[in-house]
């Protein structure tokens, strides 16, 4: 089975998307669109900006959710996945190229998430780390005993999980998890403590726009960040993509599961080759391949 994976933040560059609009008539026409519906020229940073432009959470997110779903759109009768999976961010990509989404309503949510996660980190100054050579297990244990909020954010791959809370919480915890045998502990250049409980207000927020946003049910089946499994049912998709924003992107056993349901390759859609190579952690022989510019 074809499986179809989308990238996160942290995967944006200047200059993506640009083939795109030039030499695809319905890639011009949906970022065109996009720029509408944003009420702001998104192409303008994203093909011409600066890094630091790129790095703002509300052109970001926009920014790797168009450049994944208009590549997708653009393959036409080549793209037909089987089974879809996004890390974070990447979820919502997974949902418009599955058909439970439109394009508009797809694009409008993830700039409210943006904004909305934006804001709680204004709220109170967060930060995340990279744990690097430390089993998932050995992590959970000695976040959970830190008193500060310090959590498991991202599993990413065996051996490299990302870790989110206060700032105290996370200088604790590196210093606690290279005690522990971790090979690193990096903290990490964002903006504030993703998939924590210090993203309640930006859930809060996200609950509402999604519950007024339709949602159909797919074409296949979604593997949701929140449990790694296999949904098509558009209520839980719904109740899983709010609970995605204060709980772990359990990315490790998403690919574990897609693979042990009968994914033969996974074909990452968009910008980077993180999750190619994320991949290839869980399963050296498993084939995979990277759609990242226009395909005449």
Known sequence: ????????QGAQFVGMGKDLYENSELGKELFDKANEILGFNITELMFN???EDLRQTKVTQPAIFLHSVILAKTLGDDFKPEMVAGHSLGEFSA?????ALSFEDGLKLVSQRAMAMQKACEVEPSTMAAIIGLDDETVERV???????????????????????????IEIACEKLKEAGAKRALPLNVGGAFHSPLMEPARVELEEAIKNTTFSTPTCPVYQNVNAKPVSDPEE?????VAQLTAPVRFTQTMVNMIADGASSFTEVGPGKVIQG???????????????????
């Open 143 to 169: 976040c959970a005993e830190i008193e500060e909020i310090v959590v498991p954010a991202n599993f990413n791959c065996p051996g490299q999980l990302v870790i989110s809370g206060s700032m105290k919480g």
């Open 278 to 296: 994320l991949v290839k952690k869980v399963d050296r022989k498993m084939e995979t391949a990277g759609v990242d510019s226009y395909q005449a």
């Open 95 to 99: 949902l418009v190229a599955n058909g």
């Open 49 to 51: 900006g600066t890094d």
């Open 237 to 241: 998709i719904k109740k899983n993509l």
């Open 1 to 8: 089975m074809k499986a179809y994976v989308f990238p996160g």
